[in-house]
């Protein structure tokens, strides 16, 4: 398999508010780039919609807001009850080379394979 991706991703963990039309979604990221997140969410989005997502990488940084579009939704777990039972892929609109480098300073492992 070729890779596809144009960006280094990082392993990560830290929360993430996805704003969706009128209403807002709760996720934790599991791996970003400059092009992308990975995050597990709360609710299913649909391919193609555009959001907007709010977070911090670290808790002494300002709150940044990304604008991306979902890409891929999968279930994550069989489990119904689970807290985060969807696995979303957002591309952000415009990479950000900046956040690439904040990525890099605050993961300590690459991206365990899903």
């Not at 807001?65 to 415009?94: H, M, Q």
Request: aromatic content about 8%.
């Amino acid at each position: 398999m070729t890779e596809k991706r144009s960006h280094a991703r990082y392993a990560l963990w830290f929360p993430v508010t996805v704003d969706v039309d009128s209403r807002q979604v709760w996720a934790v990221c599991r791996d970003a780039s400059a092009g992308g997140i990975l995050v597990t969410g709360s609710a299913e989005l649909n391919i193609g919609e555009f959001v907007t997502l709010s977070f911090r990488v670290s808790s002494d940084e300002q709150e940044r807001k990304v604008s991306g579009r979902i890409v891929r939704v999968e279930r994550s777990d069989d489990n119904p009850r689970a807290v985060w039972p969807f696995r979303i892929a957002i591309e952000f609109l415009k990479p950000d080379a900046t956040l690439q480098s904040n990525f890099a300073r605050t993961s300590s492992r690459p991206p365990a394979s899903l």
